[in-house]
């Protein structure tokens, strides 16, 4: 990931941070952004938003005050396990759906297109 990249998505997810535990933007954006630059290196974007918004969920006694809560809970408590299941499980599902069925036959065409092309007509007249 460019670091340009990774300073855009770490200012984004600071801003979410902060927006989901319904608290004014600090003086701690700082540290806070540094922090999720750091889980960037390790992780995607869209785990440590899940992450954000799972420990916003279930929050300690005293509320959720630093993303530290964050990593702790990304690198301690393994709360990403449900997202990757749901992932790998949602990835298998689109891999199965581009295996085509071998076991089916094409339909026959009974519009008779080839028949008429020919002058064969597909009823006999037998009164003629």
Known sequence: MPKGTQS???KELACYFYEVIKRPVDNQI????????????TYTK???????KACSKNPPAGG???????SWAINEK???APY?????????KQQM????????????SNSGSKLEKFGVK????WDA
Request: net charge positive; glycine share 6%; hydrophobic share 45%.
């Open 46 to 52: 869209d785990e440590i938003k899940y992450a954000i």
């Open 122 to 125: 597909k009823e006999f007249n």
């Open 8 to 10: 855009v998505d770490a």
């Open 97 to 108: 759906a581009k295996v085509t069925d071998f076991g089916k036959l094409p339909e026959a």
């Open 78 to 80: 393994n709360i990403l």
């Open 84 to 92: 990757r299941k749901a992932k790998a499980t949602e990835q298998a």
């Open 64 to 70: 959720i005050y630093s993303f530290g809560f964050i």
């Open 30 to 41: 700082g540290r806070h952004i540094v922090s999720i630059k750091k889980l960037l290196n």
